[in-house]
């Protein structure tokens, strides 16, 4: 069934270096194939025919997707697609107007120079990486201005955000005229939205960062500004060739195309020997009158692996007229080749968080977590001091506001928790229910509201507090000083659970009570990028390995933006049978753009693409809820029909002993009213009894087909991905699809758990990891981030080596692996969602050497101390290191393996960009 679909979707929708798009021509809605280079990000070479003589003397770029530039004062531009006039403004801005006039925009740009035989303006649009554009006007003077941006948002400090050389700009300028001129904007007559706004929806290609140039740049043919040599031919009358290139191996590519009679040049740009055929289509000699076209067909024998070429084609025709075309194509890597070889650089030290979650404050409609990260942060609800006359006796609540100071952020928690007698934002429902999950997760009755954290932290944060922030910068700033340089940053969500708690908030914060996992997300990963530009000093996000190399070189640490949800896309929300496997790669491909590089296919519910693995009965009522069809109805409060979990009795062998509750068994977690009012459960419904079983309960559910699609193209983009939270099924067919990539397999990650062990309670679910699903691990170049969930720094350090030994084991699955160093296992704290961290352990941990020599300090004098209070907050991670160090035995496992993981996870990423190419 896998192949099935697969083969389906590459045939309907994509192949190799090609993305679907769907445009509206003539009344009807077509698939665009948009191949490669020159059609994102276009220099509209050929403009002057279709563009008055005035505005021919401003040139013209083609953008198909949203660029985010600084704007002259400084701030952030967003330019949607379409077609810009471009324009010098001063020595350091350029001005892009849109050709329709209605949007005008000046950026900043970094002067440089060309070495191009110019009469006139010219312009060039280019991707420099995966993730930064340039848009380059160059002037006859030798001069230019590049106006640097980026998809994501995200500026980052490295090679690629500096001005393009003049070499590169010469084989970017012949690969578009290869391509036979500009392109159009990805949707005719679309509007282009006004600078600074987002492009709801836009997708982008597949598109290769620039390809290798030759020393010596090929010449460009100018014939007058801006004049495309295709284009003059087609003005003239001459015809269009239809130029089809496709690579035949790693070092062949086969051109074809189908002209009339004549002789015609085919040429190629890219790096390597210069490619150079000329051939003539002859019509057949009993009948040399005929006007039939003929096929022609030429080989570049000498292409070079894992390349973009561009190829332009030329015809003298026999009846004194003209042709021309373009078309590209890139070869493979040659899958033959060795395996992966780690790069020999100098090791990067520190520790690995490989699963946080700074902005949980913002999911779940903004109303289970309370507490922003720092100043600035934005908070779903705080109190304010009241203001003139007032006789409502409660504090004045803001709703959508930007945290003024540190007691805003980390205000008492009634706005969030409270009921209405504690704040005006209050809500008597959500307050029940907010103690009543606390009160289940922790065993023991919790009161919720008025609870205090700034400035006197009377009640929070603490080590067995699960409902507050305990990532405030300046924890993290101590975390960063503890060691921690590579930190994985998570959206979450669970729409059943946002429903069931925001109840009429809505309608007052329209920004952060948003359910649905989508823009939830969005929220969290947009604030998080924002959160890091704020503390630049110390942190940036990495969006490749190299940026991980750069950053941790600098001692500061790589923030790593990723998505854990129930529902990637809201495919649950279409209607049964709208799904395509398109949609799914389209919203993969947006999550990247936007900067993500860490992925969970699964989270808590069964979704689109498998089914989830089971260690809390109460998720069952969100996978029967997030199911119901169609999905209105959780709006009109109708009953509907969704599907609750399929259990099975666990085999011997797979050492599960969790059981699912079933009956009234889950009753009190989710009261029937609630369910009914707030959930559109009928409140008849209740999950079917489970089966007895003399070992645990699995989901007998693994990856859909949809599921399949989804995974391979992750790799495809070179995503982390997390198979935590898959049922064991669906785990065991992800690690078995990343053991088929050639030359050594795709790293897998589990990063947030602990070592299944049947006999021992919350480690014995399908969801916890098996020794040889981690030796599976191991043998791929993966990681695993082990939890910290409650437990003390002896306990911890048992485990890492437990895991750490299992992943060195040998395995038949992956026989070309090589090694990446110690570092394999790292942590998976989970700060910030409803987990505990480690509890106190009496140690008189500040009279041994080494950071950190004292507490986290509170307010004056008092401060968090890790042998009373435990890791109270994230920054106490650094006390918890300096406890596992100086505990007997266990320093070598964190000089030598702990704070190796750092380099490990460098590595294990430029594995994956290397293996992305080998995924088919």
């Keep these: 069934m896998q192949a099935q679909v697969s083969g389906e979707l590459r045939g309907k929708f994509l192949t190799r270096g090609e993305e679907a798009v769907p445009i509206r021509r003539e009344g009807r809605m077509r698939i665009r194939l948009i191949a490669g280079l020159g059609f994102m990000l276009t220099g509209a070479l050929g403009s002057s025919s279709v563009l008055s003589q005035e505005v021919a003397q401003a040139p013209t770029i083609g953008l198909e997707r949203a660029v985010h530039f600084l704007s002259a004062e400084g701030t952030e531009t967003v330019l949607g697609p379409g077609i810009y006039r471009v324009e010098a403004k001063g020595e350091k801005q350029i001005t892009l107007t849109a050709i329709d006039g209605k949007v005008t925009s000046t950026v900043e740009a970094e002067a440089g120079s060309h070495e191009q035989n110019l009469t006139a303006l010219s312009s060039v649009a280019v991707k420099s990486d995966e993730d930064v554009a340039h848009i380059v006007l160059l002037m006859p003077d030798g001069k230019t201005l590049d106006a640097i941006g980026t998809f994501s948002g995200v500026r980052t400090r490295g090679p690629s955000m500096v001005p393009l050389p003049s070499n590169q700009l010469a084989g970017m300028m012949g690969m578009q005229l290869a391509q036979g001129g500009g392109g159009l904007p990805p949707v005719s007559g679309a509007p282009?939205?006004?600078?600074?706004?987002?492009?709801?929806?836009?997708?982008?290609?597949?598109?290769?960062?620039?390809?290798?140039?030759?020393?010596?740049?090929?010449?460009?043919?100018?014939?007058?500004?801006?004049?495309?040599?295709?284009?003059?031919?087609?003005?003239?009358?001459?015809?269009?060739?239809?130029?089809?290139?496709?690579?035949?191996?790693?070092?062949?590519?086969?051109?074809?195309?189908?002209?009339?009679?004549?002789?015609?040049?085919?040429?190629?740009?890219?790096?390597?020997?210069?490619?150079?055929?000329?051939?003539?289509?002859?019509?057949?000699?009993?009948?040399?009158?005929?006007?039939?076209?003929?096929?022609?067909?030429?080989?570049?024998?000498?292409?070079?692996?894992?390349?973009?070429?561009?190829?332009?084609?030329?015809?003298?025709?026999?009846?004194?007229?003209?042709?021309?075309?373009?078309?590209?194509?890139?070869?493979?890597?040659?899958?033959?080749?060795?395996?992966?070889t780690p790069a020999l650089s100098v090791p990067l030290s520190g520790w690995v968080d490989l699963h946080t979650h700074p902005m949980s404050p913002l999911a779940f409609g903004g109303k289970v977590f309370h507490g922003g990260p720092d100043v600035g942060s934005l908070l779903p609800a705080v109190h304010v001091p009241k203001q003139g006359f007032d006789l409502d006796p409660r504090p004045v609540c803001l709703t959508d506001h930007r945290a003024a100071n540190m007691n805003e952020a980390l205000g008492i928690d009634s706005p969030t928790h409270g009921g209405l007698n504690q704040s005006r934002c209050g809500d008597e429902n959500r307050r029940f229910l907010i103690g009543a999950m606390a009160g289940m997760l922790l065993g023991h009755l919790h009161e919720v509201g008025d609870r205090i954290g700034a400035p006197t932290f009377d009640h929070w944060p603490a080590w067995d507090d699960i409902l507050h922030q305990k990532m405030w910068v300046d924890w993290i700033r101590r975390a960063h000083q503890g060691g921690l340089r590579v930190m994985v940053a998570l959206s979450h969500n669970n729409r059943t659970l946002a429903d069931a708690v925001v109840g009429n908030s809505c309608s007052t914060a329209p920004i952060t009570c948003v359910t649905d996992d989508v823009k939830s997300s969005n929220l969290?990963?947009?604030?998080?990028?924002?959160?890091?530009?704020?503390?630049?000093?110390?942190?940036?996000?990495?969006?490749?390995?190299?940026?991980?190399?750069?950053?941790?070189?600098?001692?500061?640490?790589?923030?790593?933006?990723?998505?854990?949800?129930?529902?990637?896309?809201?495919?649950?929300?279409?209607?049964?049978?709208?799904?395509?496997?398109?949609?799914?790669?389209?919203?993969?491909?947006?999550?990247?753009?936007?900067?993500?590089?860490?992925?969970?296919?699964?989270?808590?519910?069964?979704?689109?693409?498998?089914?989830?693995?089971?260690?809390?009965?109460?998720?069952?009522?969100?996978?029967?809820?997030?199911?119901?069809?169609?999905?209105?109805?959780?709006?009109?409060?109708?009953?509907?029909?969704?599907?609750?979990?399929?259990?099975?009795?666990?085999?011997?062998?797979?050492?599960?002993?969790?059981?699912?509750k079933g009956f009234f068994d889950a009753e009190w977690g989710f009261a029937a009213g609630v369910r009914h009012t707030r959930l559109g459960i009928s409140p008849d419904k209740y999950p079917p009894k489970s089966p007895d079983c003399t070992a645990g309960h699995r989901n007998t559910k693994g990856l859909t087909p949809f599921g399949r699609v989804a995974i391979k193209e992750m790799m495809r983009l070179g995503m982390i991905i997390d198979i935590d939270h898959m049922s064991h099924l669906s785990a065991e067919e992800a690690l078995s699809i990343a053991e088929g990539i050639p030359n050594g397999g795709y790293p897998i990650v589990s990063g947030h758990n602990g070592i299944r062990d049947q006999n021992i309670e919350h480690s014995n679910s399908e969801n916890q990891r098996t020794l040889t699903q981690l030796a599976r691990i191991g043998c791929l170049n993966g990681m695993f981030g082990l939890g910290t969930d409650q437990g003390d720094a002896l306990d911890w350090a048992v485990h890492y080596m437990q895991a750490f030994n299992a992943m060195g084991l040998p395995t038949d699955k992956c026989p070309n692996k090589s090694s990446l160093g110690p570092g394999r296992v790292a942590f998976g704290t989970d700060t910030g969602t409803l987990g505990k961290t480690p509890k106190p352990r009496n140690v008189d941990l500040y009279s041994k050497p080494g950071f950190p020599q004292s507490g986290s300090p509170k307010v004056g004098a008092t401060v968090w101390d890790y042998n009373k209070d435990g890791v109270a907050h994230y920054g106490m991670f650094a006390d918890f290191v300096k406890d596992v160090r100086t505990s007997p035995g266990n320093q070598d496992l964190v000089d030598n393996r702990l704070m190796k993981s750092a380099d490990y996870f460098y590595r294990m990423w430029l594995k994956i960009e290397a293996q992305k190419k080998n995924v088919h």
């Design 192 to 340: 282009i939205p006004p600078p600074g706004q987002p492009v709801p929806g836009q997708l982008s290609p597949n598109l290769p960062t620039q390809p290798g140039l030759q020393k010596t740049p090929p010449p460009l043919v100018q014939s007058g500004p801006q004049v495309n040599p295709c284009t003059q031919i087609l003005q003239a009358g001459g015809v269009r060739i239809d130029l089809k290139a496709q690579a035949t191996g790693p070092r062949s590519v086969t051109i074809t195309w189908s002209g009339p009679p004549g002789v015609y040049d085919v040429t190629a740009t890219g790096p390597g020997p210069a490619f150079h055929v000329s051939t003539t289509l002859a019509p057949p000699l009993k009948n040399p009158r005929m006007t039939q076209t003929l096929p022609g067909t030429v080989t570049h024998a000498q292409a070079l692996p894992g390349t973009r070429y561009g190829y332009a084609i030329m015809g003298s025709l026999a009846d004194g007229r003209k042709a021309c075309g373009g078309a590209e194509a890139t070869t493979p890597l040659e899958l033959t080749a060795v395996p992966f």
């Design 524 to 660: 969290q990963i947009e604030e998080m990028k924002a959160f890091v530009r704020r503390h630049s000093d110390f942190m940036e996000v990495a969006l490749t390995a190299a940026d991980v190399q750069r950053i941790v070189s600098q001692q500061k640490m790589a923030v790593i933006l990723g998505v854990e949800i129930d529902n990637i896309g809201n495919f649950n929300l279409l209607p049964e049978g709208a799904l395509q496997p398109v949609m799914i790669l389209m919203e993969l491909k947006r999550l990247y753009d936007t900067g993500v590089r860490y992925i969970f296919p699964i989270h808590i519910t069964d979704n689109t693409f498998g089914g989830t693995g089971f260690y809390n009965s109460d998720f069952n009522w969100a996978t029967y809820r997030e199911s119901m069809y169609p999905s209105h109805l959780a709006v009109t409060k109708s009953p509907g029909v969704g599907n609750f979990w399929s259990v099975t009795c666990a085999l011997a062998g797979e050492e599960i002993g969790f059981q699912v």
